[in-house]
């Protein structure tokens, strides 16, 4: 069973920037489709970011320009860097895969909970000041 574990979550200031990692075991980065999803207090986890195996990405409205997934293969690590923080950042981010379902692809980006199988168990963001 492929495990996903998160890490580099901390408490910053509006404006500033952190950023986030994932390292699997059991799947590979560049072989699943994953991506970052984001709950904020009180509120149900929603999808942020995206990565395929082919580099693309797709985000949700409310990071798109601040926020940049990406992954580095050699180390099995995906990474989503986050710039310009906003206190309605603040939450639990997970980073979650399903494996492609379309040949290699993972057809258009997804941000629903469903299509995704595996699961970390989250990093808590804080923007506060």
């Known amino acids: 069973q492929a495990q996903l574990r998160e890490s580099g979550g901390g408490s910053v200031r509006p404006g500033e920037s952190l950023r986030l990692s994932c390292v699997p075991s059991g799947l590979g980065v560049s072989v699943y489709c994953m991506a970052w999803f984001r709950q904020a207090p009180g509120k149900e986890r929603l999808g942020i970011a995206t990565l395929a195996p082919d580099g693309r990405t797709g985000y949700a409205d409310s990071v798109t320009g601040r926020f940049v997934a990406s992954r580095v293969d050699d180390d099995n690590t995906l990474y989503l860097r986050m710039s310009s923080l906003k206190p309605e950042d603040t939450g639990i981010y997970f980073c979650?895969?399903?494996?492609?379902?379309?040949?290699?692809?993972?057809?258009?980006?997804?941000?629903?909970?469903?299509?995704?199988?595996?699961w970390g168990q989250g990093t808590e963001v804080t923007v506060s000041s």
């Open positions: 979650a895969a399903h494996y492609p379902r379309f040949g290699s692809s993972c057809g258009p980006p997804s941000f629903v909970e469903r299509d995704y199988d595996y």
